[in-house]
């Protein structure tokens, strides 16, 4: 019997003082894809970010890719983003390094040495998203499209169990978006776990999946509709 990658008990998120989300309560199971969606402000981006460690769990109970949450401290963290893949909006790529020295530098980061098997990941990964012509290229070199792919890429590195995807389609165009939803899918099909926080609802129309919504500090499942 599997066990749930993330498994929440009548949990309560907390940004500061402020609990923005209350009474959780949550199970997700290897190779699933979930949406969280919701309005700016309504607690998605916090959720995400209790489930990476940047927010403490001060109520309630949860385990994520092994991990309890409630007693992580600094010093776990490390290790457990070695678990998980992390994509955001805004790329988060070093502008001062080319493509492959964006993910060699998380390789080294993560307790890589060898560099011929670091040469082997990169390549590995960036060919899974298409990338692998950029290998040499500055950031400001490729589109904005391409370079989600590059942190898709970067995601992949240590073979996450799950990809967390906050809002990696905000700043790209719609048929961008719908290109790195495609390669997401493709992802998951594959048998990666991701959760994905977005505010596009037109993407959730064309790529339907289990859907949970922020809205007045609760989080439930929302039922969408087929046209």
Excluded at 18 to 30: C, D, F, G, Q, S
Excluded at 48 to 61: A, E, F, H, P
Aim: net charge neutral; with cysteine.
């Amino acid at each position: 019997m599997y066990q749930p990658v993330l498994k929440l008990d009548d949990v309560t998120i907390y940004q500061g003082n402020n609990a923005v989300l209350t009474n959780i309560n949550l199970e997700v199971n290897p190779g699933e894809f979930l949406y969280i969606i919701g309005k700016t402000g309504t607690g998605k981006s916090s959720f995400m970010k209790t489930l990476y460690g940047d927010l403490q769990l001060k109520s309630g109970k949860g385990t994520f890719v092994d991990y309890d949450l409630a007693k992580l401290r600094d010093k776990h963290i490390p290790y457990l983003r070695r678990k998980i893949g992390i994509v955001f909006q805004d790329f988060k790529l070093l502008p001062d390094r080319s493509v492959y020295d964006n993910l060699l530098f998380v390789l080294k980061a993560t307790g890589w040495s060898e560099k011929r098997e670091m040469d082997v990941k990169i390549n590995e990964v960036l060919d899974k998203v298409g990338m692998k012509n950029a290998v040499h290229k500055m950031p400001h070199q490729i589109s904005g499209g391409e370079q989600q792919r590059v942190a898709i890429a970067r995601a992949l590195l240590n073979d996450p169990e799950v990809i967390l995807a906050d809002e990696p389609t905000g700043n790209l165009d719609p048929q961008t978006s719908v290109e790195v939803m495609q390669l997401l899918k493709e992802i998951n099909q594959n048998g990666k776990t991701i959760i994905m926080a977005t505010h596009d609802y037109a993407l959730l129309m064309k790529f339907p999946s289990k859907t949970l919504k922020c809205d007045s500090g609760s989080l439930f499942e929302v039922v969408q509709k087929t046209v």
